[in-house]
């Protein structure tokens, strides 16, 4: 069973950076389309960036300029680069992703377990 496993959350103050990784925790062949979810405290989950397989990216209004997010197709990684955080940017962080586990075989989306950003100073 793939499972996409997320790092790089903490504490951080207002104005910092923090970096988040999501990657797949077994060998796999592929990950196509991934997005960066958020969900604050008692709050719905809402998009924040999304990357396709080619390399383009899209953001929410309320981090362009500030979050940047990128992948290596080589390692199947995905980073989002928080810089100039806020204290609305605290939530618990997802990744989502359409997976092929296995060449020629189907593609499935996954998520990750989340990790916990805080903006706090």
């Known amino acids: 069973q793939v499972q996409l496993v997320e790092s790089g959350g903490g504490l951080a103050q207002p104005g910092g950076s923090l970096r988040l990784s999501c990657s797949a925790s077994e060998s796999i062949f592929r990950i196509y389309t991934v997005a960066w979810y958020r969900q604050p405290p008692g709050n719905q989950r809402e998009l924040v960036a999304t990357?396709?397989?080619?390399?383009?990216?899209n953001y929410a209004d309320s981090v362009k300029g500030r979050f940047t997010i990128s992948r290596d197709n080589a390692k199947n990684t995905v980073n989002l680069q928080m810089n100039s955080l806020k204290p609305e940017d605290t939530a618990v962080y997802y990744c989502?992703?359409?997976?092929?586990?296995?060449?020629?075989?189907?593609?499935?989306?996954?998520w990750g377990q989340g990790t916990q950003v805080t903006v706090s100073s």
């Open positions: 990357i396709t397989s080619e390399g383009n990216t």
């Open positions: 989502n992703a359409l997976v092929a586990p296995r060449p020629g075989g189907n593609r499935y989306y996954y």
